[in-house]
Structure formats: C-alpha cells, structure tokens
C-alpha cells in the first residue's frame, strides 16, 4: 500500500460502454416488463411508448452528467458534482445511503439472485445458497482489487455475452412467435384518467429498470482522454439501452400475446419456454445469471470510487483513500463494501433496507442533474469540452421525472418514504464526526 499511489487511467470509449450497459441490466428487464403491461391495462402501444418515455428521460440525465463528467472528470463522479454545488453534507449523505444500502444493498440483491437462479439449473440448499451468494461477492472483489483493467476486461465479455444473447432471444420470439393481438388494440379510444395513471405508475417501474446508469460516473477518474471518451460513452450506451429494452418488450409480448404477458411475473421465462419449449429455461436461467454476474462486477467496479474520494475529503474512513500501489485500485474501499454486501446478503436484511432507501437516491441523482446549473453559474467562461444538448430544457425535464418518482413514492407509500429519508438524514451526525476528526488530524500534522 502506498498513500501516494493514484488511480490509473486504463478505461476507453468501449469500457465505459459496457460498463454502462452491463450496472443497468440485471434482472430487472427478465421481469418488469409483464407489470408494465399490467399497470397499463395490457395496452401495447402505452406499455412500449412508456418504456421509450423512460429511457428517453433516463438519456437526457445522461447528456446533463456527460457534461459535468467531462469538466471534472475525477473519481467522485455525481458525489463531486453534488458536492461543488451544493455543499459537503448532501453529498455525504448520497454516500452514505450508498454504502449502507444503495449500493451494498444491490450488490447483495444480485448475488442472493444469483444463488437462486443457479438452483433452477442445480439443486441448493438453504445454506449452499447463503454460501454461493457469499462467494459471488469474494470472487468479483478479487477480480476489482486485482486491477482495473482485468475487472473492465470480464465485464466486456460478461457484458456482451448477456446483451447479445437477450437481443438474439427478442428476435427469436419476435420471429417466432403468435401472440401479436391486431393493430387496433395498441392504443385506447381514448386516453382516460385511469389509463393516464396506469402509464404514470408504470414509469416509475421502468426508472427502475433503467436505473444504474450513473454509476459511471464514479470511473471518470479512471478514464483514458476523459473529456472526450466519458460523454461519448455514457450517451451510446444509454441510447443502446432503449433499442434492447424496447426489443426485448416486443419479443415478450410477440411470444405471449399482451393479455398473457401482462399477467406474467416471470415473463421472460415464461415467453421462452412458450416458443422454444421447456429446455430454453435452463438457458435463459445461464443467461440471468451472466447478467447478474456482469452487473455485481459493474457495481463493484463502480461504487468503491464514490467511498475513496469521500474519504479523501476527510469525511469518510481513512484507509479508504489508499490506492494499492501494485494493483492502482482503492483495494479498502472494495473489500469493505464487499464485506458489507455479504453481511446483508447473509441476514437477508437487504430487502426491507433497499425498499425504505433505494428511492431516496433520485433525490441526489436530481441534485446532481440540478448542478450543472450551478456549475454554469459559477464558471461561466469554463472550458466545457462537452455541451448538454438543449440546455437547459434536458436538465429540467430529468429533473422533474426524478422529482415525480420521489413525491409518487412519498404520496403512495408516506411511511416507507419517511423511514428512507430517515435512514438517510441520520448519517448527519456521522458527517461532522468525521469532519470533526479529519480537522483535528490535519492540525496535529500540521
């Protein structure tokens, strides 16, 4: 270990891609769409052009970071961005929910996931699968301390394999299959309140789906020619995301028809086996789990950066801001989220922990499309070497779909909302403890 070593700029265009592509699709895309189809009254049309609104909100959050990520283009990703504009605690407060939920929380999440869909392949006991889960996490931790560079190098294979494979699947059963209802059943006669609000419940369902993208950010740091390769990069692979995920829908609903997929919750499973037969779940099972694998890794190549650049702002554990100087990797900050992931994933905590808090992280990722407006403000002769195009309309329309989630979760679910927002404001204290210690430690070495 070596306080002096940095971390290496080892990432290009491809990687960022893949890195993108490979933290948003998990599970999520294997089962979301048959509540979409159900939120929507099994209206094809609705459920498709809610799946495009949501992606096109998601690109336009892209194109507002890709700017700030291109001016700044450090390890602090979206905590730096909320940081410089509006001040230390809030940006503290998005990495403690991080590191105590959001991030180990999902990395928990999708190793269990992992563990249980090995079991439709294997037979797994209760305690193999707590084990195999555990070892998901000590696998993907080895490969991310080893190196930057090999961590990006298996999440570019894991990465394409899953895409590629998913997209092949979405032509097969658009190919394939029968269950096409006539033109005339896209859309309503007319759009009524309960449709309207079917689609606006619907959309928070697909944010979700689309959520994860922003974890990027955290690998500008470690970007080759950041200014030009991490705006590039963030907005292909959001785009890239909509064409796959609109796909992917439409191979769902050509295999099983909308009235049956709006009633799946297993609807990928279900439309493979509806026209491949009973042996493609076996191979859809292979294919989750190379998504699930993909998206850990992403996740923990992504998230330690968040934790070291809080810990080189003095408000966060020391050693975390180490980087091992042989393998050019904040190794601390990995291993203590894997740790904390696998205590979550062990007691089984991490559902009722991500339900309270995971939807407290679109307040933050509206802070930080909101600080490109202080950024203008504050530096308006900067050298931008990437512009948000349709500033500031794209910021603002980003904003307000992160805004909408959030009072949607707090008008329908007040008391899980209030307990997350809890969860999150009462690491306050914890910030001024670690502020407090980090002055005293300067001043003694001073």
């Known amino acids: ?27 999520g895309i294997f089962l979301v769409p048959g509540v979409v189809l159900r939120q929507t009254q099994s209206w094809v049309g609705v459920a498709l052009l809610v799946w495009v609104v949501g992606g096109v909100l998601s690109f336009l959050g892209a194109l507002t970071y890709a700017e700030l990520g291109a001016m700044h283009p450090d390890a602090g990703g979206l905590y730096s961005y909320i940081r410089d504009a509006f001040g230390s605690l809030p940006a503290f407060l998005y990495g403690w929910a991080s590191f105590f939920v959001i991030a180990s929380g999902s990395v928990a999440t999708l190793a269990v996931a992992f563990s249980t869909y090995l079991g439709q392949i294997l037979p797994i006991t209760p305690v193999a699968a707590k084990l195999i889960s555990v070892a998901v996490i000590v696998v993907i931790t080895v490969i991310n301390v080893r190196g930057t560079r090999g961590s990006a190098t298996v999440e570019n294979w894991t990465t394409s394999a899953k895409v590629g494979a998913l997209f092949l699947l979405s032509l ?60 590039r990069a963030i907005a292909v692979a959001t785009f890239a995301l909509i064409v796959l995920y609109v796909v992917a829908n439409a191979g769902y609903i050509a295999a099983l028809g909308p009235a049956a997929a709006a009633q799946s919750d297993h609807v990928a499973a279900d439309a493979s086996r509806t026209v491949l037969g009973s042996a493609s779940g076996i191979l859809l099972s292979a294919l989750v789990l190379v998504s699930i694998f993909s998206a850990t890794n992403g996740l923990m190549m992504t998230a330690p950066r968040l934790y070291y650049s809080m810990a080189r702002d003095g408000v966060f554990f020391a050693r975390l801001a180490i980087v091992n100087e042989r393998f050019g990797t904040p190794a601390a900050a990995i291993v203590l989220l894997a740790l904390w992931s696998a205590v979550l ?24 499309a909101l600080s490109i407006f202080a950024s203008r403000r504050q530096h308006p002769d900067a050298v931008r070497p990437f512009r948000t195009p349709g500033y500031p309309i794209t910021p603002i329309l980003f904003v307000a779909s992160a805004a909408a989630l959030v009072l949607n979760t707090l008008r329908e679910q007040p008391t899980r909302a209030l307990i997350g927002l809890g969860a999150v404001v009462i690491g306050t204290p914890a910030f001024y403890l670690w502020r407090a210690h980090s002055r005293r430690a300067a001043a003694n070495v001073a």
């Open 1 to 27: 270990m070596s306080g002096n070593a940095t971390l290496r700029r080892t990432l290009g265009f491809t990687d960022l891609v893949m890195l993108t592509l490979g933290t948003v699709i998990g599970s």
């Open 172 to 231: 097969a059963l658009i190919a394939m299959g029968h269950g096409w209802h006539n033109p005339g059943a896209l859309w309503p006669a007319t759009f009524t309140p309960s449709v309207l609000g079917g689609a606006g419940t619907a959309m928070i369902g697909v944010l979700w789906a689309y959520e994860g993208w922003q974890y990027v950010t955290f690998s500008a740091g470690e970007t080759k020619d950041p200014q030009r390769v991490f705006p």
């Open 345 to 368: 994933a062990i007691s089984g905590t991490f559902e009722q922990l991500l339900t309270y808090v995971v939807f407290a992280g679109w307040i933050f990722y509206g802070l930080g």
